[in-house]
Nanobody, 121 residues
């Protein structure tokens, strides 16, 4: 199994910055794409950003130019630097990863528990 643990959420004023981290642990053989999703109250969970194992990022239009995703493959960790935060960025942010566990031969999808980000106006 793979565990994803997020950190770095909190309360920030509009225009401020936060950096989220997500560390993967467990019986990991390999990790492919990693990413961040978010879910605001009463809304569906939406893509924020993803990054391939080679470092190619993909962003939702709503965060382009403000958020930057990166990863450290040696640490099995993905980061999300969030700048120029807006009240509409308020949500629970979830880490996601496609990983192969030792003894298996296929990728499975894993989710973290989520971390709350609140942006006040």
């Amino acid at each position: 199994q793979v565990q994803l643990v997020e950190s770095g959420g909190g309360l920030v004023q509009a225009g401020g910055s936060l950096r989220l981290s997500c560390a993967a642990s467990g019986s990991i053989f390999a990790i492919n794409a990693m990413g961040w999703y978010r879910q605001a109250p009463g809304k569906q969970r939406d893509l924020v950003a993803t990054i391939t194992s080679g470092g190619t990022p993909n962003y939702a239009d709503s965060v382009k130019g403000r958020f930057t995703i990166s990863r450290d493959n040696a640490k099995n960790t993905v980061y999300l630097q969030m700048n120029s935060l807006k009240p509409e960025d308020t949500a629970v942010y979830y880490c996601n990863a496609d990983a192969i566990t030792k003894g298996t031969y296929y990728y499975a999808n894993y989710w973290g528990q989520g971390t709350q980000v609140t942006v006040s106006s």
